[in-house]
Nanobody, 121 residues
Framework: QVQLVESGGGLVQAGGSLRLSCAAS????????MGWYRQAPGESRELVAE???????NYADSVKGRFTISRDNTKNAAYLQMNSLKPEDTAVYYC???????????????WGQGTQVTVSS
């Protein structure tokens, strides 16, 4: 009942920047948390950054100081500004949201389909 659509991925050279966007839609009652995960080839999916409704952030150590997560609560959208990109940032990036839908207060996790980020060396 909640759909997440990512955009903004692409190919960039090391040191460059990208901004990922995630748009949430559907019968949303509350977006408790929105975040970004990534999965590199041969690796497990890992948390990159998350932002709670209350404003608490959490970043992977590898991206601290380079990536910034933000959200627009009025638009049910999340963003990931990625600066000083490194080849090791190459991965499929997934938007994630913990949300309740109208008529049901159970908190579910929702995922987007992912967007490819490739950083060339």
């Amino acid at each position: 009942q909640v759909q997440l659509v990512e955009s903004g991925g692409g190919l960039v050279q090391a040191g460059g920047s990208l901004r990922l966007s995630c748009a949430a839609s559907g019968s949303i009652f509350s977006l408790k948390r929105m975040g970004w995960y990534r999965q590199a080839p041969g690796e497990s999916r890992e948390l990159v950054a998350e932002l709670t409704q209350g404003g608490t952030t959490n970043y992977a150590d590898s991206v601290k100081g380079r990536f910034t997560i933000s959200r627009d609560n009025t638009k049910n959208a999340a963003y990931l500004q990625m600066n000083s990109l490194k080849p090791e940032d190459t991965a499929v990036y997934y938007c994630n949201a913990a949300a309740t839908v109208m008529g049901n207060l159970y908190l579910y996790d929702y995922w987007g389909q992912g967007t490819q980020v490739t950083v060339s060396s």
